[in-house]
């Protein structure tokens, strides 16, 4: 069964690094996204992605974030300037159509340091 | 603003008791309902979803849910819980009007099931 994958599993930065997460969606998914999840806290959702641009991001997403889908395959989330309160699981998510279920990849554990 | 209350934060139940799970949600026009799990240290997976239809819809591992929209809620049962039954649930509502497909997620409630 095709499944969203994220790499690394766990990442530890510095405050004032950047960092670049990457996911691959399922290959004939349409709609990606972003979210992540504080921990003990709910996931909450940072940004859309159709047709190559941003359909939709959460005031979380500040200009200190920026999405990429650099081929047609992967998709990723950068982080310019990484801060503490960053520290979070991002979790990838790709659906096949806007209005439908979204599959979720295993996270990428964020720490900065 | 659509949001989504799961109002346990925490429930135990013993193994092969009967569980429920609640969720209430607050949305506009007919919302697109979900329930996903997470196991520690993994990913979310689906439950099951509610997009029109039948208000009683089932899911993977033996687990159902019924949208009750007089009630605004989509709570989770499973009849008989098993000891892997142990995780995180979220009910998460979306899309969130015209063009917007966020999912907003529930705070979440954690299961923890005696032998």
């Known amino acids: 069964e095709p499944e969203v994958t994220q790499t690394p599993s766990h990442q530890v930065t510095q405050m004032g690094q950047e960092v670049i997460l990457r996911c691959v969606p399922i290959?004939?998914?349409?709609?990606f996204y972003w979210y992540r999840q504080i921990l003990g806290q709910k996931v909450e959702f940072l940004v859309s992605?159709?047709?190559?641009?941003?359909?939709?991001k959460s005031e979380i997403f500040d200009d200190q974030f920026s999405v990429e889908r650099p081929d047609g395959s992967n998709f990723t989330l950068k982080i310019r300037s990484t801060k503490l309160e960053d520290s979070a699981m991002y979790f990838c998510?790709?659906?096949?159509?806007?209005?439908?279920?979204?599959?979720f990849g295993p996270g990428t554990r964020l720490t900065v340091l | 603003a659509q949001s989504v209350t799961q109002p346990d934060i925490h429930i135990t139940v013993s193994e092969g008791a009967s569980l429920e799970l609640r969720c209430n949600y607050s949305?506009?026009?007919?919302?697109?309902l979900f329930w996903y799990v997470q196991s520690p240290g993994q990913g979310l997976q689906l439950l099951l979803k509610y997009f029109s239809g039948d208000t009683l819809v089932q899911g993977i591992k033996g687990f159902e849910a019924e949208f009750k929209r007089s009630q605004s809620s989509f709570n989770l049962r499973k009849p008989s819980v098993h000891w892997s039954d142990a995780a995180e649930y979220f009910c998460?509502?979306?899309?969130?009007?015209?063009?917007?497909?966020?999912?907003?997620f529930g705070k979440g409630t954690k299961l923890s099931v005696i032998p």
């Open positions: 290959s004939n998914h349409l709609y």
């Open positions: 949305y506009g026009a007919t919302p697109y």
């Open positions: 998510a790709s659906s096949p159509m806007g209005a439908n279920e979204q599959f």
């Open positions: 998460a509502v979306g899309p969130s009007g015209a063009g917007s497909y966020q999912l907003t």
């Open positions: 992605f159709y047709n190559n641009e941003i359909s939709e």
